[in-house]
């Protein structure tokens, strides 16, 4: 009887040991913000990489444009036992305590978009994934000069003052400017943190300020751009040349149909396939680069309908 009975409890094991599902690897995303258009784009690239890999599972928190709530949601995430982390920076001049708490617990970080480490290399086992955002600006005013024929006043829409993308977009417009059209002067340079609807206020002032003066606008993303675009529609102007990043939906619409003149595509489905493959190869343990560059690419009415 006590050796049918040790049998019994030996088989019951077994089946409770078969039955158990495999534990999955918890990969951690944190974004800047879920109001943010493009990046919502970014995300939903990062999670269709992850949806037929079933050893798998993702969580996504949103900072909602808060630095301490994201240094939190990343400890968090690593307190429920996150094996890899992938971050969208709200700041990124204050990643150090993210990347110390990553480091610390000894997981792979992988920064996506916004590059906190400037000109240098990430530290081991910290990547980053994106666009040389001084490219963005380049392009934009590369074509601008030329459309203006080397003449004229433009303003600059820029993003938030503690974004990468926001300072180095605006520096490749002024490069361009200084080496190339020195003959076109910047009227104004504001700040509309990333807002269609801050983008639309600045330029009903603008409009006001500088009158025919106004001849183009260099918006450092799409959502800027369209609230200028916007108000110029409001104002009858029709003369002055807008210029975005990212090429949105809305962005392709408004090229279509003239209200834009031009976007600079950042690749987000790039962006965010890139942030996962960094990560799961991270995982396995995979060489990879520390920086992997998604180009950008020039968008106007000549090409748009490819994208």
């Known amino acids: 009887m006590k050796k049918a009975l040790v049998f019994i409890a030996a088989l019951l094991l077994i089946a409770g040991g078969c039955s158990r599902a495999p534990k999955k690897a918890l ?3 944190v974004i800047n913000n879920m109001n943010d258009t493009f990046q919502t784009y970014v995300v939903d690239a990062f999670k269709a990489y992850f949806a037929d890999k079933p050893e ?37 001049s204050a990643m150090a305590p993210i990347t110390k708490a990553a480091q610390d617990a000894k997981i792979p970080l992988v920064y996506v978009n916004r590059n906190p480490f400037g000109d240098a290399q990430p530290p081991a086992n910290v990547f980053y994934v994106g666009s040389q955002e001084i490219v ?56 509309g943190n990333w807002q269609r609807v801050q983008g639309m206020s600045l330029t009903e002032n ?23 675009a916007e108000a ?31 976007s600079v595509l950042q690749d987000s489905a790039g962006q965010g396939r890139g942030a996962a493959e960094a990560a799961a190869k991270a995982l396995a343990g995979q060489s990879q680069p520390g920086i992997n560059w998604i180009p950008f690419v020039y968008i106007d009415k000549s090409n748009y309908t490819q994208y």
């Open 56 to 92: 798998y599972t993702v969580e996504v928190q949103d900072a909602q444009e808060d630095v301490v709530r994201q240094q939190d949601q990343v400890n968090n995430l690593i307190a429920k036992g996150a094996k890899a982390l992938v971050v969208v920076p709200v700041n990124t």
């Open 232 to 262: 110029l529609r409001a104002a009858g102007r029709t003369d002055v040349i807008v210029m975005g990043v990212d090429f949105i939906p809305d962005a392709k619409t408004a090229i279509g149909n003239g209200t834009l003149t031009a």
């Open 136 to 191: 963005a600006g380049q392009l934009q005013m590369e074509s601008m000069g030329k459309l203006l024929n080397g003449q004229g006043g433009v303003a600059i829409l820029m993003g938030k003052l503690d974004n990468e993308g926001a300072i180095l977009r605006t520096q490749g417009n002024e490069d361009v400017i200084k080496s190339k059209f020195p003959n076109i002067k910047v009227l104004a340079k504001e700040t």
């Open 27 to 29: 990969v951690g995303y």
């Open 206 to 228: 603008w409009v006001t300020t500088y009158g025919s003066s106004l001849n183009g606008i260099l918006a450092n993303n799409d959502e800027m751009a369209l609230g200028a």
